[in-house]
C-alpha cells in the first residue's frame, strides 16, 4: 500500500475513535486521541511532500479526507455545547470570586 494511503488510514481511523469518544462523553480519552492525531499530522507533514500520487491513490486520500473532515464535524457537534457548558461555569465562577474579594474586603 502507499505510504500516504496508510497515513491517512491510519489518522482516519484515530478520528473515527474520537467520533466514539465524543458521542460517549469520554473527554479524558478525547483528549488522548487528539495529541495522537496532533502528532501522526506533523508526522504526516514532513512524509507527504514528493511523489505526486496516481489518480488511484488521489481518490482514496480525497475519500479518507472527506471521511476525517466528517468525523471532526461530529466532534464538534458533541465538544461544542461541552465547552460552552464550561465557559459558563468559568465565568460563573469568577463573578462569584469577584463578589467574594469585593464584600469580603469591605467587612
Not at 488511484?56 to 465547552?83: G, Q, S
Not at 463578589?99 to 469591605?106: A, D, F, G, P, V
Request: one cysteine or more; hydrophobic letters at 35%.
Amino acid at each position: 500500500m502507499n505510504p500516504a494511503i496508510e497515513n491517512y488510514e491510519f489518522l482516519s481511523s484515530i478520528t473515527a475513535q474520537m467520533r466514539v469518544a465524543a458521542t460517549d462523553g469520554q473527554w479524558d480519552q478525547l483528549v488522548e486521541l487528539e495529541k495522537q492525531c496532533s502528532q501522526h499530522v506533523a508526522i504526516m507533514k514532513t512524509q507527504d511532500m514528493g511523489i505526486p500520487p496516481n489518480e488511484t491513490t488521489r481518490l482514496r486520500k480525497v475519500e479518507l479526507i472527506r471521511k476525517i473532515l466528517a468525523d471532526d464535524a461530529e466532534i464538534r457537534n458533541h465538544t461544542e455545547p461541552w465547552v460552552e457548558q464550561l465557559q459558563r461555569i468559568m465565568h460563573s465562577t469568577g463573578q462569584e470570586r469577584r463578589l467574594q474579594q469585593t464584600y469580603s474586603s469591605e467587612y
